[in-house]
């Protein structure tokens, strides 16, 4: 069964910065693209950077570009995402999530709330 | 960016209803168009991959059609389950932007 279970959300001023992991088990997480979709509070889902299998390919949101940093570790089956000069309009709840087929995203973890706020 | 729109932004709709939610993209993306449900508090689960390939596990009451820049998800029969978000998303090109949402709800 595949599972991504995302850690690292919590309470930051802003400015601040972050970083988000999200663990991969029972799939060959090397050979997936991943992605990360966030979910501002009773809004809709908005995607944020996606990474390919080998970490070599990188693409961002422009809200995110040049603040958010997408990496991965594949030893470790992890993504990263390290969030820098954090505003509040980051507030919302952080997916991972795996691509499925035809660039679809078909598993996705349970979320890590982020909060920005002084 | 390619931008998505949803019509209706919500409705209302009994057991056993047959409802249609549309998706528009602001230029054509072939058929990389995803459908994913949401519970409350949940996280999101693709139903429809490719326009109208039904992804496993999901009931055959869903379906998925379109091409180029419109698309439709129907639900045949609906279940008490289904009452919840539905989205859209292209994966034609990043960013891959999803459509606003239709909240789906019981009359």
């Known amino acids: 069964e595949v599972q991504l279970v995302e850690s690292g959300g919590g309470l930051v001023q802003p400015g601040g910065s972050l970083r988000l992991s999200c663990a991969a088990s029972?799939?060959?997480?090397?050979?997936?693209?991943v992605h990360w979709v966030r979910q501002a509070p009773g809004k809709g889902l908005v995607w944020v950077s996606r990474?390919?299998?080998?970490?070599?390919?990188?693409a961002y949101a422009d809200s995110v570009k040049g603040r958010f940093t997408i990496s991965r570790d594949n030893a470790k089956n992890t993504l990263y995402l390290q969030m820098n000069s954090l505003r509040a309009e980051d507030t919302a709840v952080y997916y991972c999530?795996?691509?499925?087929?035809?660039?679809?995203?078909?598993?996705w973890g349970q979320g890590t709330l982020v909060t920005v706020s002084s | 960016d390619i931008q998505m729109t949803q019509t209706p932004s919500s409705l209302s709709a009994s057991v056993g209803d047959r409802v249609t939610i549309a998706c528009r993209a602001s230029q054509t993306i072939s058929n990389y168009l995803n459908w994913y449900q949401q519970r409350p508090g949940k996280a999101p689960e693709l139903m429809i991959y490719g326009a109208s390939s039904l992804q496993s596990g999901v009931p055959s009451r869903f379906s998925g059609s379109g091409s180029g820049t419109d698309f439709t998800l129907t639900i045949s029969s609906l279940q008490p389950e289904d009452f919840a978000t539905y989205y859209c998303q292209q994966s034609y090109s990043t960013p891959f932007t999803f459509g606003p949402g239709t909240r789906l709800g019981i009359k």
């Open positions: 029972g799939l060959s997480f090397s050979n997936y693209w």
């Open positions: 999530a795996r691509d499925g087929s035809a660039w679809s995203l078909g598993y």
């Open positions: 990474i390919n299998s080998g970490g070599s390919s990188t």
